[in-house]
């Protein structure tokens, strides 16, 4: 993380146009990492309900895309990097207490796992796939008998990385936005539910859309409370806190939060879903699409408006 970050000043009510510290890199990295851990949960939860045929999108199908978006992922967090040539350096130790060791080593595991993973699936989706060498598809069938215990550590992983993506921000004490332990869970329930998002998108299953439906009206009721909850806890501490929470309740962030990230990420996609779910003729694709779309502008206006939260000196 750059050194500007943890730089105390006083809180800017305007926008800063002079900052540029993350612009689009960082709520990149953490929205492509919730999404994929939202993916790997649902693909390791339902192979160890034993439901691999009756939601073939979500164990493997959109499991597929697990990698791409984890290696984007990290470039986008290694193009954002100060020193990165030094970046070896995190997994020189490991420090329990440091988020970013918690990330590095998360990352270094998630990532061949769902590259061994999205092998196994294509494997299963294309049959008739010519591998060329024997050696291969010998080795996915030993694979394939670990399959249960892999997806056990996709489930555990997925969690792991999608509350992460919060903490990494939560750890900045000097931000008062971002100092808030809801931001973890409340990072989590959003990749979780950007992941269902996906799978919708991806299906050609009514049966697994309309299941995912209701996972993700769940996910969005819960991504609501936790929002509200935050806010409450900001208004009912410290001065510095408020004034974090005022940027959203008629400060600078108020149209682009709650316009964006609540009404058109949250609240139209759940009214779509309950509608759909109720066989009303609605476009599939609109809420889920807006639930990724909300769901990267959380990401965005947190981190931006993080660095506009400053303690008072």
Request: hydrophobic share 55%; no cysteine.
């Amino acid at each position: 993380m750059r050194e500007e970050l943890i730089v105390s000043g006083r809180m800017n009510p305007m926008i800063d146009p002079q900052l540029h510290i993350w612009e689009w890199h960082i709520p990149a990295y953490l929205f492509l990492g919730g999404l994929a851990a939202g993916i790997m949960f649902f693909a390791g939860y339902f192979t160890i309900k034993g439901k691999e045929e009756q939601y073939p999108t979500a164990t493997k199908l959109a499991p597929i895309f697990v990698p791409v978006l984890l290696v984007l992922g990290l470039l986008f967090l290694f193009l954002d990097l100060k020193h990165k040539l030094y970046f070896w350096r995190l997994y020189t130790a490991i420090k329990l207490e440091s988020p970013m060791s918690w990330g590095a080593w998360t990352l270094m595991l998630v990532t061949p796992l769902s590259m061994v993973w999205a092998a196994l699936n294509i494997k299963a989706l294309f049959p008739k796939w010519d591998w060329k060498f024997k050696v291969i598809d010998d080795a996915l069938e030993v694979i394939r008998t670990y399959k249960t215990p892999m997806a056990w550590g996709m489930v555990i992983l997925a969690v792991i990385l999608g509350i992460y993506t919060g903490i990494l921000l939560s750890a900045f004490n000097a931000r008062p936005l971002w100092n808030t332990s809801i931001l973890g869970p409340l990072f989590l329930t959003s990749g979780l539910s950007t992941g269902a998002a996906a799978v919708i998108v991806l299906s050609k299953s009514k049966e697994e859309r309309h299941v995912f439906a209701k996972i993700d009206l769940l996910l969005i009721a819960i991504e609501l409370f936790l929002i509200v909850h935050m806010f409450m806890g900001f208004r009912a501490s410290t001065q510095v806190q408020i004034d974090a929470a005022n940027m959203f309740l008629g400060g600078p962030f108020t149209a682009p939060f709650w316009v964006l990230v609540v009404g058109f990420g949250l609240m139209i996609p759940a009214t779509l879903e309950i509608l759909e779910l109720r066989n009303k003729k609605i476009p599939y694709m609109v809420a889920p699409v807006l639930v990724l779309v909300g769901g990267f502008a959380f990401r965005f206006i947190i981190t931006y408006a993080g660095q506009m939260s400053r303690w008072l000196y």
